[in-house]
């Protein structure tokens, strides 16, 4: 039963609440939060430790004529219930549903799109600049978890912030975990804030101001609000010293006092940041245990919080644990994670080899320079960073790594689609965006075992190498003792008949779909090689050249865009080779693919079996069957 909250159709129906309603509708939320997310699985853990947080943000401004710009915006789910998506809440991450992040198309009140962490605070700079110019009074309200403040980008803002704009509140979302548990610098000194008998002696005399919300006017409401934040002013260095004014820390879980902190903070001519102390989890004790597991998951069991166990490895455990094979005999290895040990997997190689594990906090591009330096001094540093995410790499990969040819290697999971996360997290460009840099070697495992076995050629290149797999299980094959170094560049020609019409150059876990073809083609009479192509650079230019010459059409399959991909780098040998054998390319159009069902986006996208095989037959001039 959530009478409340079914009565919430935009923002302006929080507003006519009283405290207790509020309190409810925080009860409400949470409820529905935890029977949905159980069928559909998604951020529970940041979103339970919002509520309260956001139903006084939407208490206290006016969406979408203010702004609210939510980091990583993995926490805006109580934001999309609040804000007329009631009614498709439990569609969130279903194909056709809500997206599980913010996306300016979905709705006027989500005034930015992200899912990368890091972007709250310049984007938000930037439209509170836009306003300034523009002489508008509206809000801008940036809130950001205490991870978010170990990327870059938002020290980069922090830095810039005061010189730009006296109207603009940033909200600190300390809940003291990333997805694991926040590392660095910058969580101990946010820890040190917290635990000072100071804050505590301070807050409980802030607490006793705070009075029932409603009844009173609106002079009277802002005084009380002005002195019941005031009280809990707390002299933070930094930020004080980046020009910003720091209140807090508050408690994020009490209405009325954040109620009448926002509405003091929205008087202030001066930039301020609010830091907020949350329980993420809180209010479903599974969740309050185990932060970690529930920071995003699949689905679970709403009542216990259990989830099915996989029957088998996944590609990132692969990863970590031959990786932590490996290094058991190499003293050169080192693992290195931008706050993904959990992810990547490797708190499995932590386990083994905690002295040779590196979490440097959200910061992909310090990761890669980090990694760099090492590479300096003999270590050959493996980079486990989802594909997606090492976009933020890029310029040191290019500035840093390749142009000194450093033995660096990235291991990117998720190099394919994400799922159900959506656009932000596709891993679909990194054969484009690492394909045109000289030294680096791109290369893509078919199974467990090459997995392995690739790593291990990573570990022999004196070099920058890439390793790219996908998401969740492979066909799982076993993966041998030993693994054995691929030499570079080179093809595995798996089927061929000595005469075949068709070549099929697989990259990577499109092996099954290339197989499939291959059999479908024969029952059709038409004799087709298999090759499973491994690098996407340097590619096999002797294969396919000799396919090109011997085959009457070359079929390219890859789980990446089509545009710079390994397609286009097999028609660029054929260019170059002065030879014309026409290429079906197989792969993701030049758009950006929604979330959804991986099968189903295939079929949608055309990334099929299927689709490949409608071309070539008309290609051959075979007749459609069927
Ligand atoms: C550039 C980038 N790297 C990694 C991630 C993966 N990621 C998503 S949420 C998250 C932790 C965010 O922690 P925090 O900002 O404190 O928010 P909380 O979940 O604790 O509310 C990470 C590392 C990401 N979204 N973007």
Redesign the pocket.
């Known amino acids: 039963m959530t009478p409340i909250l079914d009565a919430i159709h935009s923002p302006a129906d929080v507003k006519r609440l009283s405290l207790a309603e509020l309190n409810q509708l925080a009860e409400e939320i949470r409820g529905e939060l935890i029977t949905v997310l159980a069928r559909t699985g998604g951020?529970l853990?940041?979103n339970l430790?919002?509520v309260e947080l956001t139903i006084a943000m939407h208490y206290v401004f006016d969406t979408p004529t203010d702004h609210f710009l939510f980091?990583?915006s993995?926490?805006a789910y109580v934001h999309k219930l609040l804000t007329g998506r009631r009614d498709r809440f439990s569609t969130i991450r279903t194909p056709g549903g809500l997206n599980g992040f913010m996306l300016r198309t979905e709705s006027e009140h989500d005034c930015y799109g992200a899912?990368?962490?890091?972007t709250a605070l310049s984007a938000a700079l930037g439209m509170a600049v836009a306003r300034d110019r523009l002489g508008g009074k509206e809000h801008v309200v940036a809130l950001?978890?205490?991870?978010?403040?170990t990327?870059g980008i938002t020290q980069e803002a922090l830095n810039n912030i005061a010189a730009q704009t006296k109207r603009m509140i940033i909200v600190l979302?300390?809940?003291?975990?990333?997805?694991d548990k926040?590392v660095g610098a910058i969580a101990t000194y946010f820890n040190k804030i917290v635990t000072s008998p100071q804050y505590h002696r301070l807050y409980e005399r802030a607490a006793k101001l705070v009075e029932k919300v409603g009844g009173k006017s609106a002079a009277q409401a802002a005084r009380k609000a002005e002195e019941a934040a005031k009280s809990m002013l707390w002299p933070s260095i930094i930020f004080e010293e980046l020009g910003l004014k720091y209140y807090g820390p508050a408690d994020g879980h009490d209405i009325p006092s954040l109620i009448r902190t926002f509405q003091f903070l929205k008087t202030l001519d001066r930039p301020v940041l609010l830091h907020v102390i949350?329980q993420?989890g809180r209010g479903f004790e599974p969740a309050e245990e185990k932060q970690k597991k529930f920071?995003?998951l699949g689905p679970y069991n709403p009542e216990t919080g259990e989830t099915k166990p996989l029957a088998q490895r996944t590609y990132s455990e692969v990863f970590a644990d031959s990786l932590a094979k490996l290094a058991t005999n190499d003293k050169r290895i080192v693992a290195i994670t931008?706050?993904?040990p959990n992810?990547t997997a490797l708190d499995r190689f932590r386990a083994v080899h905690p002295d040779k594990y590196y979490d440097v906090g959200?910061a992909?591009e310090h990761a890669v320079l980090f990694a760099a330096g090492m590479a300096t001094k003999g270590f050959v540093p493996f980079c486990a960073?989802?594909s997606?995410?090492l976009q933020?790499g890029f310029d040191p990969i290019v500035h840093d790594v390749c142009l000194q040819n450093l033995p660096v290697v990235f291991c990117m999971d998720r190099g394919s689609l994400s799922g159900d996360d959506g656009p932000?997290?596709h891993g679909l460009f990194d054969i484009s965006f690492l394909r045109g840099i000289p030294n680096i070697i791109h290369m893509n495992p078919k199974d467990e075992d090459e997995l392995a076995d690739m790593l291990y050629t990573a570990l022999q290149h004196n070099g920058p190498s890439a390793v790219r797999y996908p998401r969740g299980v492979g066909p799982g094959t076993a993966v041998k003792d030993q693994p054995v170094a691929i030499p570079i560049g080179q093809a595995e020609l798996l089927e061929h008949t000595g005469n075949d019409r068709v070549a099929i150059f697989s990259l990577g876990s499109m092996l099954p779909m290339a197989r499939e073809i291959a059999d479908s083609l024969a029952s059709e009479g038409v004799p087709a090689a298999v090759i499973n192509a491994r690098f996407a650079k340097p590619i096999d230019t002797e294969m396919i050249g000799q396919f090109a010459r011997s085959a009457e059409i070359l079929v390219t399959l890859e789980d990446h865009v089509l545009a710079g991909g390994f397609g286009s780098a097999v028609l660029e040998e054929l260019n170059r080779q002065g030879l014309s054998t026409p290429v079906v390319r197989i792969g993701w159009p030049d758009q950006f693919i929604e979330h959804g069902k991986p099968e189903d986006l295939r079929k949608k996208y055309g990334v099929t079996a299927e689709a490949a095989l409608t071309q070539l037959r008309q290609q051959l001039g075979i007749p459609v069957l069927g």
């Open positions: 951020h853990g940041p430790g919002v980091d990583v993995h926490q899912g990368h962490a890091g950001a978890g205490d991870a978010a403040f990327c979302n300390d809940n003291k975990w990333s997805i926040n949350t993420k920071h995003g931008a706050a993904m992810g959200i992909e960073i989802y997606t995410f933020r932000t997290h």
